[in-house]
């Protein structure tokens, strides 16, 4: 069994940046896909991004340029760096790990607000 931990939540100013971190247990971090997920008020969990355990990455259309997810297999730990915040970035954000991209895993989520 893998557990997530997500950290780095917050309010933000739209055009502002934060960087999510999931911390995760388990000793085979390094072979996993890791990914977040989000989910906004009154809307379906949607994909953001997803990185392989060779740090290969992968975005959803709408976050490429401005979210850049990463990985310290060392520290057993996947980051999400968030930039240029828009409102429409609020939402809950989740980590999640697998042996592919489907995630296999879930984190608990990290409230995300972007607002003035």
């Known amino acids: 069994q893998v557990q997530l931990v997500e950290s780095g939540g917050g309010l933000v100013q739209p055009g502002g940046s934060l960087r999510l971190s999931c911390a995760a247990s388990g000793s085979i971090f390094r072979a996993y896909v890791m990914g977040w997920y989000r989910q906004a008020p009154g809307k379906q969990r949607e994909w953001v991004a997803h990185?392989?355990?060779?740090?290969?990455?992968n975005y959803a259309t709408s976050m490429e340029g401005r979210f850049t997810i990463s990985r310290d297999n060392g520290k057993n730990t996947v980051y999400l760096q968030m930039n240029s915040l828009k409102p429409e970035d609020t939402a809950v954000y989740y980590c999640?790990?697998?042996?592919?991209?489907?995630?296999?895993?879930w984190g608990q989520g990290t409230q995300v607000t972007v607002s003035s």
């Open positions: 999640t790990g697998g042996i592919t991209s489907a995630p296999m895993y």
């Open positions: 990185i392989t355990g060779g740090g290969v990455t």
